[in-house]
């Protein structure tokens, strides 16, 4: 089996600063994931990648940037953090053969 | 446009109670439906999917879900539930059938199974 890594698993920031999230897979995926989730407001897709480089945007991407230089990798920046922010940010991958995303425990975001 | 909504935010039974939750979508065509469950500080999993066939599908830990294409509806029910089973569910619908990298999500119904 596989597992999805992703660090920190806590972070804490300071209002305006710049902060990066990791994720790492060996399920050797297609596509990853980074979502938001917020209490009572669910997953919300931030960005996704089909394969290494590319970058689609989600319906929560404005305010974060993503990388995928590589298969395994997919970092998520948030570009100004905001004050008071609390969310925590779920990476996955999906089997394209079994039509299953596979999650990581999150990152969980502070600003203070 | 589409939407997946779970009615209920918090559900609370006791130890050995049935178990139903609810999830309805609004999607166009044929969808493809999906169940998640979120355990505390974990990420998500799989519990069940459906295509198409038999509406009634199984998923793992005993639970089963009914595609009731008339309602637009894909509950998921289960015969008598754990304290373990305590978690947050989530529905999604995939809304391009073909290709399914995105996901729809419900905002999920938080389980308490009180023992």
């Known amino acids: 089996g596989g597992i999805i890594t992703q660090t920190p698993k806590f972070l804490i920031g300071q209002e305006g600063q710049k902060l990066t999230l990791k994720c790492q897979q060996n399920?050797?995926?297609?596509?990853m994931y980074w979502y938001r989730q917020d209490s009572g407001k669910g997953l919300r897709l931030i960005y996704y990648?089909?394969?290494?480089?590319?970058?689609q945007k989600g319906d929560l991407s404005e305010g974060y940037d993503a990388s995928r230089e590589k298969k395994s990798s997919f970092s998520l920046t948030v570009t100004s953090a905001q004050k008071n922010e609390m969310a925590v940010f779920l990476c996955?991958?999906?089997?394209?053969?079994?039509?299953?995303?596979?999650f990581g425990p999150g990152t969980r975001l502070l600003v203070l | 446009a589409q939407s997946v909504t779970q009615p209920d935010a918090r559900v609370t039974v006791s130890e050995g109670a049935s178990l139903q939750l609810r999830c309805k979508y609004s999607?166009?065509?044929?969808?493809?439906l999906f169940w998640y469950v979120q355990y505390p500080r974990q990420g998500l999993q799989l519990l069940l999917k459906?295509?198409?066939?038999d509406p009634v599908v199984q998923g793992v830990n005993g639970f089963e879900a009914e595609f009731i294409k008339s309602n637009s509806s894909f509950h998921l029910r289960k015969a008598s539930v754990h304290w373990s089973d305590s978690a947050v569910y989530f529905c999604?619908?995939?809304?391009?059938?073909?290709?399914?990298?995105?996901?729809?999500w419900g905002l999920g119904t938080s389980l308490v199974v009180n023992p």
């Open positions: 996955a991958s999906r089997d394209r053969d079994q039509d299953t995303q596979y």
């Open positions: 999604a619908v995939a809304p391009n059938v073909g290709d399914n990298s995105k996901l729809i």
């Open positions: 459906y295509y198409s066939g």
């Open positions: 399920f050797n995926h297609d596509t």
């Open positions: 990648s089909i394969t290494e480089n590319d970058l």
């Open positions: 999607y166009s065509g044929t969808p493809y």
